[in-house]
């Protein structure tokens, strides 16, 4: 892989943890993404969205981790509309073993690293 890909993630804030290990793949030296972290420990600001959208416009690719958490997550929500939006192409991963949930119009599948690797290539 010559080039890295810049990807957002957008994730559930209750998913942190799920964020991270994410996270640290992408720090693996031969990691073939580079990772935008626009988690919010703060109450939303009127800037969030310009912020996000900037991100999401600048990333090749959006990941989504997806959990029953996601279904209540308006944070999480938004950025998959603006990743709609910027005509960004999104992957879905189900970020626990044990939960299935289906966000309606992501295609969500098994988090393993050969999936997210051949979505990068893909971008």
């Known amino acids: 892989m010559a080039n890295k890909k810049v990807v957002f993630v957008a994730f559930a804030i209750e998913d942190e943890r799920q964020r991270d290990f994410l996270k640290g793949q992408s ?6 993404f580079e990772y935008i972290d626009m988690s919010v420990k703060e ?17 090749d690719g959006v990941i989504v ?3 029953k958490n996601s279904l209540t997550s308006s944070g999480q929500t938004w950025e998959i509309a ?8 999104i992957l879905g991963i189900w970020a ?8 309606v119009g992501v295609n969500t599948v098994v988090w393993t690293w050969s999936t997210i690797e ?4 893909s971008l």
């Open 118 to 121: 051949k979505f990068i290539d």
């Open 65 to 67: 981790l997806v959990s």
């Open 43 to 59: 109450a939303y600001d009127s800037n969030w969205k310009d912020r996000v959208r900037t991100r999401i416009r600048r990333s």
């Open 96 to 103: 626990y073993k044990d939960d299935r949930t289906n966000l």
């Open 82 to 89: 603006c990743a709609r939006e910027e005509k960004k192409k």
């Open 27 to 32: 720090l693996n030296i031969s990691s073939p």
